[in-house]
């Protein structure tokens, strides 16, 4: 059974960093592209970062290039999403997902993406 299980969320104020982890278990990533969403309340699910497993190859929506980085420890089967620079706007619940590299035809688009994790609550305070 496929686990992903994110960490690193709080509250933080605005101009502040966060780190989020996502410990993947139960299988070889290795063919995996692995995701951040996020999403606010009200809002639709959307694209963060991305990064593909074995490839190092990396995806950023562009509300959050230049402040977000996305990187990955494969020894510890683990993404990391470092978070500079929070704004409020950043504020939303943000899940970790893997899809199939094989199959992915649209990086950023969430359905793609096979497994999901809990999800973990970033709040930026003004």
């Known amino acids: 059974q496929v686990q992903l299980v994110e960490s690193g969320g709080g509250l933080v104020q605005a101009g502040g960093s966060l780190r989020l982890s996502c410990a993947a278990s139960?299988?070889?990533?290795?063919?995996?592209?692995m995701g951040w969403f996020r999403q606010a309340p009200g809002k639709e699910r959307e694209f963060v970062a991305a990064i593909t497993w074995s490839g190092g190859n990396t995806y950023y929506a562009d509300s959050v290039k230049g402040r977000f980085t996305i990187s990955r420890d494969n020894a510890k089967n683990t993404m990391y999403l470092q978070m500079n620079s929070l704004k409020p706007e950043d504020t939303a619940v943000y899940y970790c997902?893997?899809?199939?590299?094989?199959?992915?035809?649209?990086?950023?688009?969430?359905?793609?993406?096979?497994?999901w994790g809990q999800g973990t609550q970033v709040t930026v305070s003004s």
């Open positions: 139960g299988r070889t990533f290795s063919r995996y592209v």
């Open positions: 997902a893997a899809a199939n590299w094989a199959r992915v035809t649209n990086v950023p688009v969430w359905n793609e993406y096979e497994y």
